[in-house]
């Protein structure tokens, strides 16, 4: 759908939720994208939430997941989520697809600075590296083709958005909606989304 200020997406990526939220935000929400992964899986049908416990239904298929994310949430059902492990696979992902590459920035020069001009700086580089893992996303950056795909997950995540308010589009099927429910999570649209999906009684 296209007007004078916004082209939305309505096509979902041949990629899973916690990918396109990395591409929009460049950071991983550990928490968030976990979640969407795991109702992502439940709605593809090898998950399913037994007695409260999360188990494989389909275990053929669960053999035939091919990121690592997937993976990743399939063989840690139930556990607490190893922040460090999960956005390392994240990030395998979205590089085994050529959407990342490594930044500019020279980080092991920048330690080599901070450690020259004051340690103090270099310890707290360290424990955020180690607590928050969070260098692992910013040595990064998109490459061309990963540009193309956030450009096609910002449409998608202002489709989510702003849907409630296009009028006269016919319901969607129900297994539809719930397609697009990990994607609203990991967009952090989820809110909107089950409001128009309440409006719509389905």
């Not at 935000?25 to 416990?53: C, S, T």
């Not at 190893?82 to 020069?109: C, H, S, W, Y």
């Not at 989510?160 to 009028?167: M, R």
Request: proline letters at 2%; charged letters at 30%; a negative charge.
């Amino acid at each position: 759908i296209e007007n004078s200020e916004i082209i939305y997406q309505r096509d979902l990526p041949n990629y899973n939720a916690a990918i396109a939220a990395y591409l929009v935000d460049g950071v991983i929400d550990v928490e968030r994208d976990y979640n969407a992964l795991l109702i992502e899986l439940m709605e593809r049908g090898i998950i399913i939430k037994e007695n409260n416990e999360y188990v494989v239904k389909d275990l053929n298929k669960c053999l035939l997941l091919h990121t690592e994310t997937e993976k990743y949430v399939a063989s840690n059902l139930n556990k607490k989520v190893n922040k460090r492990e999960f956005k390392k696979a994240v990030l395998q992902d979205v590089k085994n697809l050529n959407l990342i590459t490594m930044g500019d920035i020279p980080v092991f020069g920048v330690i080599l600075v901070l450690l020259f001009f004051n340690q103090f700086y270099l310890i707290v580089l360290v424990i955020v590296y180690f607590k928050t893992a969070l260098l692992q996303e910013l040595i990064y950056k998109l490459t061309p083709e990963g540009g193309k795909e956030k450009d096609k997950m910002l449409k998608l995540k202002a489709f989510l958005h702003d849907f409630s308010k296009i009028e006269n589009v016919e319901k969607l099927e129900h297994n539809i909606w719930e397609r697009y429910l990990p994607f609203a999570i990991a967009l952090d649209e989820n809110d909107n989304f089950l409001k128009k999906n309440e409006s719509e009684g389905i």
